[in-house]
């Protein structure tokens, strides 16, 4: 393999492995057969992960097949009894004598609204197994709607998009030490508590023509040393540099190259709603800035302006 070639297959502005926005841009090769057999196997989370235009046309085919479907048996029921042909005797299903009938009664069967007006007699009792399946089906069709639906609604999948990433991270000397700090914020009024950081040094390598990435964990703590931090305000949170971290001496950050990536994650709880969220984005050495801070801290200011959450 070309050194161009390696070039290609590693440009950071190209193919991170997390998208500034915290999204994930690894696909897996497989067969399509292969991934609808592990999909299939999770239905619920499948319909969950799923785009509403999916979920809302796959939930109006269940309502729809399972009406049909019933629908035909009725109309076949009451054929198969010559309910068509002869009025005199007692029918199967009364006042069904075609599919338009039939599609109507089987709607107010699924769904419980008991007009009165059609019902099925005891001259067949295989019409009343029947209505006893259809209402079975249709109350499990119903409650796996329900539960998908609110599965949807209460996700915390966009809560993330409120708390913001710094664009860029910051190499500086601070208290003697070190530190690798970014700073984050939440712009919603309802917090995310228990917040932890977390981080990952990713670095990818070509050996003998193979790609190779490397997975290195690396702790990420608040201004005050906690692993848990709040976000009443922009906060910044940093990792260390020392003896024990992947990029001592901090010189190596510089030749970390166009293989690495650093990414910064929070995982939080809810407090309105108690559900877990994690939002993420990444860094390349290019987005690493190296300058020396100077912190001043006015305590009776309370007003916090976010214009600066950007700049390092």
Not at 140 to 162: M, P
Not at 189 to 194: A, D, E, H
Not at 256 to 268: A, F, K, R, T
Request: charged letters at 20%; hydrophobic letters at 40%; proline letters at 2%.
């Amino acid at each position: 393999m070309s050194k161009k070639d390696e070039n290609i297959i590693f440009s950071n502005s190209h193919n991170r492995i997390v998208s500034k926005q915290g999204s994930y841009r690894v696909k897996l090769e497989t067969t399509r057969k292969t991934i609808l057999k592990h999909y299939l196997r999770d239905t619920f989370t499948t319909l969950v992960d799923a785009k509403w235009r999916w979920s809302i046309l796959l939930f109006v085919s269940g309502f729809l097949l399972t009406w049909i479907t019933f629908a035909i048996i009725y109309l076949a029921l009451a054929r198969s009894h010559g309910d068509l042909e002869n009025e005199d005797e007692e029918v199967c299903v009364e006042n069904v004598y075609d599919f338009t009938s039939a599609l109507l009664f089987s709607v107010e069967t699924q769904h419980t609204i008991g007009y009165g007006f059609r019902h099925v007699t005891t001259a067949c009792p295989h019409a009343v197994l029947v209505v006893f399946v259809q209402f079975i089906l249709g109350i499990g069709v119903q409650c796996l709607t329900a539960a998908i639906v609110f599965s949807k609604l209460i996700r915390s999948k966009r809560r993330g998009d409120s708390v913001v990433f710094s664009q860029k991270a910051c190499l500086a000397v601070v208290d003697g030490q070190w530190r690798l700090m970014v700073r984050v914020a939440d712009f919603r009024k309802s917090k995310l508590v228990g917040v932890k950081a977390k981080g990952i040094l990713i670095k990818r390598s070509v050996v003998n023509n193979k790609h190779h990435l490397e997975q290195t964990f690396i702790d990420f703590v608040s201004e005050g040393g906690s692993d848990t931090l709040t976000l009443l305000w922009p906060a910044v949170i940093y990792h260390t540099i020392n003896k024990d971290s992947p990029f001592w001496p901090p010189l190596t950050l510089r030749r970390l190259g166009g293989y690495s990536e650093i990414v910064v994650s929070l995982d939080g709880v809810i407090e309105s709603t108690s559900r877990v969220v994690q939002t993420r984005t990444s860094y390349i050495p290019e987005e690493i800035h190296y300058a020396d801070l100077n912190f001043v801290v006015d305590t009776e200011i309370s007003v916090i302006s976010v214009n600066t959450l950007h700049l390092t």
